[in-house]
T-cell receptor, first 114, second 115 residues
Framework: AQSVTQLDSHVSVSEGTPVLLRCNYS??????LFWYVQHPNKGLQLLLK??????LVKGINGFEAEFKKSETSFHLTKPSAHMSDAAEYFC????????????FGSGTKLNVKP | GAGVSQSPSNKVTEKGKDVELRCDPI?????LYWYRQSLGQGLEFLIY????????KSGLPSDRFSAERTGGSVSTLTIQRTQQEDSAVYLC?????????????FGPGTRLLVL
């Protein structure tokens, strides 16, 4: 069965410092993995996705994530946080048998301090 | 082109009443999903439609919940005899089913409050 664990429910960083949002997954097969961002009172927006091409995936707004099969991880990083990055981030894995069924993590709320 | 739209944006209802939530997917998208996001929780999968196949209803929490997708486009999620625990944001997403893992595009959601 597929599942996603986001290890931190809240992360707080200072503006200009690196961001690390952790995600571990379980999947029987090579999964597709996604990160979505949800700003307050806004819809979910795709940040980036991994679909078995390059293991380091670059997304929008300077975010990137690295797929590490040995660690079953897909952590989201950004070198320098901006105030506008404050939002909730969701890690998502697709189904092994049904590629169009998606499993969401519980989310990580990122707070960026000035 | 327009994105996924949902209506109403907000709905307040009394316990025991029925509600209908509507989703208009992106034109040409063959897959449509409904999720529920309760306060402080992640997204909970409810149901998804995939082309002309039978929908996957495995996430529906009770038989009070049902959904239809007419003509392969618009979808309606119906909650009968609403309960206070049904209060949540209901999100719809669509994707283009092409046999590979496709990106979902989300609507803004319907915020449901059951009094």
């Amino acid at each position: 069965a597929q599942s996603v664990t986001q290890l931190d429910s809240h992360v707080s960083v200072s503006e200009g410092t690196p961001v690390l949002l952790r995600c571990n997954y379980s999947s029987s097969y090579s999964p597709s993995l996604f990160w979505y961002v949800q700003h307050p009172n806004k819809g979910l927006q795709l940040l980036l996705k991994y679909t078995s091409a390059a293991t380091l995936v670059k997304g929008i707004n300077g975010f990137e994530a690295e797929f590490k099969k040995s660690e079953t991880s897909f952590h989201l990083t950004k070198p320098s946080a901006h105030m506008s990055d404050a939002a909730e981030y969701f890690c998502v894995v697709s189904g092994s048998y049904n590629f169009n069924k998606f499993y969401f993590g519980s989310g990580t709320k990122l707070n960026v301090k000035p | 082109g327009a994105g996924v739209s949902q209506s109403p944006s907000n709905k307040v209802t009394e316990k025991g009443k029925d509600v209908e939530l509507r989703c208009d997917p992106i034109s040409g998208h063959t897959a449509l999903y409904w999720y529920r996001q309760s306060l402080g929780q992640g997204l909970e999968f409810l149901i998804y439609f995939q082309g002309n196949s039978a929908p996957d209803k495995s996430g529906l929490p009770s038989d009070r919940f049902s959904a239809e997708r007419t003509g392969g486009s618009v979808s309606t999620l119906t909650i009968q005899r609403t309960q206070q625990e049904d209060s949540a944001v209901y999100l719809c997403a669509s994707s283009f089913l092409s046999g590979t893992q496709e990106t979902q595009y989300f609507g803004p959601g319907t915020r449901l409050l059951v009094l």
